[in-house]
Nanobody
Framework: QVQLVESGGGLVQAGGSLRLSCAAS????????MGWFRQAPGKEREFVAG????????SYSDSVKGRFTISRDNAKNTVYLQMNSLKPEDTAVYYC???????????????WGQGTQVTVSS
């Protein structure tokens, strides 16, 4: 069992930056792929970014590629999402997710955090 707790959300103006953090419990964090998803009001949850267990592979949705960066610190059991050049359409609840696979596709995540709100004003 893995517990995930997100932090770092908030209100920011368009063009600004935020860094989300996700702290994970459990000794097996370093063997899990990790990801970030988001859900805007009235929309389905969508994949944002993913990172393999050893940080050798990262993937991003087209909508955030070049603006967001996912990273992880296995010594701290934490995964991050650095969000730059934020746009109003990035407004959503952002969720951290963990996969029991070392490299995951967006449909292979098994554990979820509670989410953190990100609001980007125009």
């Amino acid at each position: 069992q893995v517990q995930l707790v997100e932090s770092g959300g908030g209100l920011v103006q368009a063009g600004g930056s935020l860094r989300l953090s996700c702290a994970a419990s459990g000794r097996t964090f370093s063997s899990y792929a990790m990801g970030w998803f988001r859900q805007a009001p009235g929309k389905e949850r969508e994949f944002v970014a993913g990172i393999s267990w050893g940080s050798s592979s990262m993937s991003y949705s087209d909508s955030v590629k070049g603006r967001f960066t996912i990273s992880r610190d296995n010594a701290k059991n934490t995964v991050y999402l650095q969000m730059n050049s934020l746009k109003p359409e990035d407004t959503a609840v952002y969720y951290c997710a963990a996969s029991t696979f070392r490299v995951a596709t967006p449909s292979n995540y098994h554990y979820w955090g509670q989410g953190t709100q990100v609001t980007v004003s125009s």
